[in-house]
């Protein structure tokens, strides 16, 4: 299945983390013009790797 946005998420907790900046810009440029945070990109790429993850095993 291919990595689809949704829309943001209600219950959440704040975590820091560290990003390459390239990959800050990239994520950025993704989002442009989209009804997306950058949190919520993330999670949703974290959650689609996690799944992927699962599957492989």
Do not use: G, H, W
């Not at 810009?25 to 790797?49: H, L, M, P, R």
Request: hydrophobic share 35%; proline share 4%.
């Amino acid at each position: 299945m291919a990595f689809q946005l949704k829309s943001n998420r209600k219950e959440t907790e704040n975590k820091t983390i560290r990003f390459p900046v390239p990959l800050i810009e990239e994520i950025e440029k993704a989002i442009q013009n989209k009804d997306v945070t950058f949190s919520s990109f993330v999670i949703q790429a974290c959650e689609y790797a996690l799944r992927d993850m699962e599957d492989k095993k």
